[in-house]
């Protein structure tokens, strides 16, 4: 098949190019169309119970991720010019595309008891611009009085003062929101230094954007830095600017199919999808070189130029086939997962990677048929003196020192497997973000002052309408909120309690002693006061108060909400201090009458890690299946797979074994490196065992000699392109994103040792099996020559053997 494909290339060679053309520039039409991603992706599937949960609490009372923070700490924050500077700051703030509502210190809103009308009003505290020092402190005074405030917009131990905005979460799922977030940081900028106060600045919509950010400025710098790494390495390997050229223009096309696909398959740019492209520049280039070492290894040994293009493509067309294909399968399978970014991921990684090879496959053989034939110093490298002697000693140590390759593998096998055993699954919602990064120091800033600023959201029902505003209700809540609060990892809850609490507060004049939950005496004479106006100087205040307070139940108040605020706490720590609480929650309600939810962002964040991490699993385990197939396909024996499995195992196992003593956790992004290397990993393999046996029938089936053979004519490809993956991977791992950079340097360790282990254990493993393989061979006559094959691709061509 493979002489009939060579020879249908080299024939229609130009309709084959002018068509590749065509379709890329179709294919730069549609790339030129890519969007990047600004919607919250799901990483668990629509299906599963706690997404469902969170869907139906989203339907009753929104979002729950829609408050950016911004938090000061100073002892000078109620002196005039300080404070003034900050209503300022709020003033400015409202008017920002976006922001919908503020909660700080100066928009609090106090409540007044107006015996003549028997009603609560609610007011501004800080009304006007309260210049008077004298002024501000007396109502500074009146502030800390109200216990509604404290904990939630200030630490009075700490004197760290927080303000909450409320932004549109529709402008915060549109390219809109970098503007909205440039705005908010400039006027906190200014402030920041006008008084030498750091602003610190944090919550998910400020999350997201900056992450989002970072992952269009690191795509284009990657896709940079691996064509010029990439280049750099071939013009050094072949001395040849138009192998150069040659490779990069392939690399190129299948950046633009890649971007394409994307937007063909209505996908967006995420923080996986942003990696296609840099991934298919590394994947690429190896196809390149080796087709063309191939094609300079055949020139060299008789100067047919066109007879080294059919050997190039018979021989190598196969092994780049398959070896795609692996690749493509670690890649593939996470679209058989239920993880709509993974599933993104998988499909369009694993097309483009059929994608790349098709291209290669094409194009080099069609534009090396035009070229001249490759000059001396064009194939200089396959004499290099420093890579000759690196594969002598290859030879030696695989020839005279198996033991001692058997000794060392073991002992490394058994390090690993001691590794393993001390790793830990733990993911954390600023995982991938560096541990000095602003982002992560300002989120620790309100952790350690306001216990964090992760939502956790609780649904208590009631199971009957009007069931929030009992009073029993009204005291299980509080029950629940004192539970919450006297955990450290978590901030004083929310709920309508809180609103009740601060309205008995008002009816007794202000007394913090009353900031309580009322009795049976306390509302008869405290209901009419519920319903509450607004002062002549208060507008909206009265409505804000309302909403907030209205927020916490549903619209027939059978349902009441209590949002609480807590520590990035991880994964592995969320469930264990869920099912802490549980039979606390489940003493306060009793089953019969309530039915208490735990949900909101945490409780997803913390669903899809191990969802991820279990898919993932199971995704490696999938590889590994499949991969055995093609293997099994390929060579059609049982020992041949089991010899070309384990050089693949042990490098996966050396991986997870360096991650347990280095101590670095099993995560969603860490997992995704053995699906990964284990797909590119093996190309190495197969190039190997495909070279060694269409090599033994050259050498009358006798295996020494072919391996000895195939360690120096294939050994010396196999380094260069590791190289090139190792240098490609390793750009990653100067990702700021803690994920790309892991995929990036464990990718890297993992294909450096997979390199190893195939140019040593794999041919050691042959000679052991010698006599095995021979018998074989001989007696199922696996082995034939090609050269027969050859001549008619030629004599298709209407080519002279001595052209």
């Known amino acids: 098949m493979w002489q009939r494909l060579a020879g249908f290339v080299l024939k229609y060679r130009l309709s084959l190019l002018l068509l590749l053309l065509a379709g890329t520039g179709v294919m730069a039409y549609f790339a030129s169309k890519v969007q990047m991603s600004y919607d919250y992706v799901a990483t668990i599937p629509h299906d599963n119970p706690k997404f469902l949960e969170y869907q139906r609490f989203k339907e009753k009372f929104g979002g729950d991720g829609n408050m950016l923070v911004l938090g000061v700490q100073t002892d000078s924050f109620f002196q005039a010019d300080f404070f003034n500077d900050y209503v300022k700051l709020n003033q400015d703030l409202k008017k920002v595309t976006a922001v919908e509502n503020i909660l700080s210190v100066p928009m609090a809103i106090n409540l007044i008891k107006n015996d003549s009308t028997h009603k609560l009003e609610a007011g501004l505290l800080f009304k006007g611009g309260v210049s008077d020092q004298a002024e501000i402190d007396s109502l500074a005074n009146v502030f800390r009085t109200l216990l509604f405030y404290k904990g939630l917009l200030y630490n009075p131990d700490t004197h760290a003062y927080l303000m909450g905005i409320y932004v549109n979460k529709d402008v915060f799922n549109s390219s809109q929101r970098t503007a909205v977030v440039a705005e908010i940081s400039k006027l906190a900028k200014a402030f920041e230094e006008k008084h030498h106060t750091e602003v610190r600045m944090?919550?998910?919509p400020l999350i997201r954007t900056v992450m989002a950010v970072k992952v269009a400025d690191e795509l284009k710098l990657f896709l940079k830095i691996s064509f010029l790494l990439t280049g750099l390495i071939l013009f050094l390997f072949f001395?040849?600017?138009?192998?150069?050229?040659m490779s990069m223009i392939v690399v190129a096309i299948g950046v633009i199919w890649s971007v394409a696909t994307i937007v063909l398959m209505g996908y967006k740019i995420t923080l996986l999808t942003g990696l296609i492209p840099s991934l298919i520049v590394?994947?690429?280039?190896?196809?390149?070189?080796?087709?063309?070492?191939?094609?300079?290894?055949?020139y060299a040994k008789h100067a047919n130029k066109t007879r080294a293009l059919i050997r190039m493509i018979q021989r190598m067309g196969i092994v780049t086939l398959f070896t795609n294909l692996t690749a493509a399968i670690g890649f593939g399978v996470f679209c058989f997962t239920n993880s709509a970014i993974l599933k993104e991921f998988g499909v369009v990684a694993g097309l483009n990677i059929m994608f790349i090879f098709l291209i290669s496959f094409i194009f080099l053989p069609s534009v090396l048929s035009y070229l001249p034939p490759p000059h001396k110093r064009h194939t200089n490298y396959l004499e290099s003196g420093f890579f000759r002697g690196m594969l002598d000693f290859i030879t030696t140590l695989v020839f005279k020192h198996r033991k001692g390759i058997y000794v060392v593998s073991a002992v490394l096998v058994i390090l690993s497997i001691v590794g393993m055993g001390r790793l830990k699954s733990v993911g954390f919602m600023l995982d991938d973000i560096p541990k000095t990064d602003k982002l992560f120091t300002d989120l620790k800033f309100?952790?350690?002052n306001f216990k964090g600023v992760m939502p956790l959201e609780i649904a208590v029902d009631t199971k009957r309408k009007n069931g929030v505003i009992n009073l029993q209700t009204l005291n299980k809540l509080d029950e629940l909120t004192a539970l919450i609060s006297a955990q450290p990892d978590f901030a004083r809850p929310l709920s309508v309690v809180e609103g009740i609490k601060f309205a008995k507060q008002a009816y007794y004049n202000g007394d913090s002693s009353n900031y309580a939950v009322p009795n049976q005496f306390d509302l008869g004479f405290l209901a009419p006061y519920l319903r509450m106006k607004g002062s002549n100087n208060a507008t909206g205040a009265t409505s804000t108060f309302s909403k907030l307070v209205s927020s916490f139940m549903d619209s027939t108040r059978q349902i009441a909400r209590v949002s609480v605020n807590m520590k990035d706490v991880g994964s592995q720590k969320l469930p264990v201090l869920m099912d802490s609480l549980e039979p606390k929650v489940t003493a306060i309600?009793?089953?019969a009458h309530y039915k208490v939810t735990f949900t909101g962002t945490s409780i997803i964040f913390q669903e899809g890690t191990r969802f991820i991490i279990n898919g993932l699993a199971e995704s490696i385990l999938l590889a590994f299946v499949l991969i055995m197939f093609c293997m099994l396909y390929l060579f059609r024996s049982w020992?041949?797979?089991?010899?070309?499995?384990?050089p693949n195992v042990i490098p996966l196992v050396v991986t997870a074994g360096v991650m347990g003593w280095v101590g670095i956790a099993l995560k969603p992004s860490t997992v995704l490196v053995f699906s990964v290397a284990l797909g590119i990993a093996i190309d190495v393999t197969i190039r190997f065992l495909v070279n060694f046996k269409q090599e033994l029938p050259q050498h009358d089936l006798d295996i020494?000699?072919?391996?000895?053979?195939?360690?120096?004519e294939t050994g010396l490809s196999i380094i260069y392109t590791s190289m090139i993956l190792f240098a490609g991977f390793m750009i990653f791992s100067f990702s700021e994103f803690g994920g790309t950079k892991a995929l990036g340097w464990l990718t890297s360790l993992t294909l450096v040792v997979a390199m190893i282990t195939n140019l040593t254990i794999l041919p050691a493993l042959l000679l052991w099996m010698e006599k095995?393989?021979?018998?074989?061979?001989?007696?199922?006559?696996?082995?034939?020559?090609?050269?027969?094959?050859?001549?008619?691709?030629m004599s298709e061509l209407g080519v002279d053997d001595k052209e």
């Not at 590394?282 to 055949?298: A, D, Q, R």
């Open 239 to 245: 001395r040849s600017f138009g192998a150069v050229l």
């Open 639 to 646: 020992r041949m797979l089991i010899i070309s499995l384990i």
């Open 202 to 204: 944090s919550g998910l």
């Open 446 to 448: 309100f952790e350690n």
């Open 772 to 793: 095995a393989l021979l018998k074989k061979a001989r007696k199922k006559e696996l082995w034939k020559t090609l050269d027969e094959e050859e001549d008619i691709a």
């Open 589 to 591: 309600f009793d089953t």
């Open 704 to 712: 020494s000699a072919t391996v000895k053979q195939t360690i120096h």
């Open 282 to 298: 590394v994947i690429g280039i190896p196809n390149c070189v080796y087709f063309l070492s191939k094609y300079h290894t055949e």
